[in-house]
């Protein structure tokens, strides 16, 4: 079928078209900034001081954008957010972990935990997609698995460590979608990890990890145990490197670059309070317009859980939500398809702290316009 030949007019349009939720919009003076370093920066060995002295900006960097309590380091390595699962299953989940399961990304690291070899079967609790489970203290769970965001579905949780849990447990979150978009207490976590194409407005292929002290025993002591660990998914390497300001094998520069961009304009701008304040004004500007409007509805019932990083949309059956995507994707405003799983007649909508609030009000005209030219 093809694409109805629909033209947005222009004082409708959004500054900057890109709402897809990664790799994600990069902000222009980003990459501004990094051609005019390219000369000196791209191109120049990751082990010698430029590289290195970026690497300690972002580390340092994310310390105070988390405001992280004493004691936790921030390590990286490569292969992103799904090396560093097969990397926490090798090197951080002692026996057993459990996972709260509530959509693609949460269930990918469950399947990983469960198809490991050294380790016992994982507890996973689910919900339908469009909810979140609560993570349960049981005896014997040496890993709680959360997911801070789930960006296939638009729900966000709340971190708690979960009461009653024995003293030796960790607690890790995925915060792929979340980091540096969402509030949170760091304290209430052991491990805070992402990759660094959604929030932090970079590209992808880098993982990031805020480790606690506890996280950071645990990480030694299995690293220094018996059990056979891939030297590529060893976070006790990986520890040492990070130390170092370095990764253990070679990084992309521009996306260390770019990620350190970011934070630092969000750090100048206030920090935390400012990013996650531009994402509730992003999220108020898209859910009151679907509240309110005849055809369209949160995909989220239960607003608390409506994320403010990712919003999904349903429509009605009069409106075929594809053919929306497709118009504004003529039209220069890309990635607003749903996660192709969830298979919902819906529009998935970054909210990012890169994207301009005042953008996500244009986009909302824009799905109006076209959905009274579709009429
Ligand atoms: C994007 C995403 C991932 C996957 O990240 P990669 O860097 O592509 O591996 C994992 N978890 C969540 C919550 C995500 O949003």
Not at 246 to 257: D, E, K, M, R, S
């Amino acid at each position: 079928m093809s694409t109805p030949d629909i033209s947005l007019p222009d004082d409708l349009l959004p500054g900057d078209g890109r709402f897809g939720c990664g790799p994600s919009k990069i902000r222009k003076d980003s990459f501004d900034m990094l051609i005019g370093s390219a000369g000196h920066f791209l191109g120049t060995s990751h082990r010698q001081a430029a590289v290195r002295f970026k690497v300690s900006e972002l580390r340092n960097g994310l310390a105070e954008l988390f405001s992280l309590p004493d004691g936790y380091e921030v390590l990286l390595g490569n292969g992103g957010t799904t090396a560093f699962w097969d990397a926490a299953t090798f090197g951080l989940i002692d026996s057993r972990s459990q996972h709260l399961e509530f959509g693609e990304f949460s269930s990918k690291f469950a399947k990983a935990a469960a198809a490991a070899p050294h380790l016992g079967d994982p507890e996973v609790i689910s919900t339908e997609a469009g909810h979140h489970p609560t993570a349960v203290p049981m005896d014997g769970i040496d890993a709680y698995c959360l997911t801070h965001n789930e960006t296939s579905t638009g729900v966000a949780m709340p971190l708690e460590r979960p009461h009653g849990t024995d003293g030796d447990a960790l607690v890790l979150v995925d915060a792929t979608s979340a980091a540096g978009g969402l509030r949170f207490d760091a304290a209430q976590t052991d491990v805070y990890y992402f990759a660094p194409q959604k929030c932090l407005a970079s590209d992808g292929g880098l993982w990031l990890a805020a480790c606690s002290p506890a996280a950071i025993e645990r990480i030694e002591r299995i690293a220094a145990s018996d059990r056979w660990i891939p030297a590529f998914l060893d976070l006790g390497i990986a520890l040492e490197n990070s130390r170092k300001d370095q990764t253990y094998n070679t990084p992309a520069l521009a996306t260390l670059f770019l990620a350190t961009e970011q934070v630092q304009w969000i750090l100048d701008n206030g920090g935390l309070e400012f990013a996650a304040g531009r994402c509730d004004r992003s999220a108020a500007a898209i859910y009151d317009w679907a509240d309110s409007h005849s055809h369209a509805s949160p995909f989220v019932t239960d607003p608390a859980m409506r994320s403010h990083v990712v919003a999904t949309i349903d429509f009605d059956d009069s409106v075929d939500a594809a053919t929306v995507a497709a118009v504004l994707r003529d039209n220069g405003i890309v990635d607003t398809e749903p996660y192709r799983k969830l298979g919902r007649n819906q529009l998935r909508v970054a909210l990012f702290p890169a994207i301009d609030p005042e953008d996500v009000v244009q986009l909302t005209r824009c799905i109006d316009f076209v959905l009274e030219q579709l009429a």
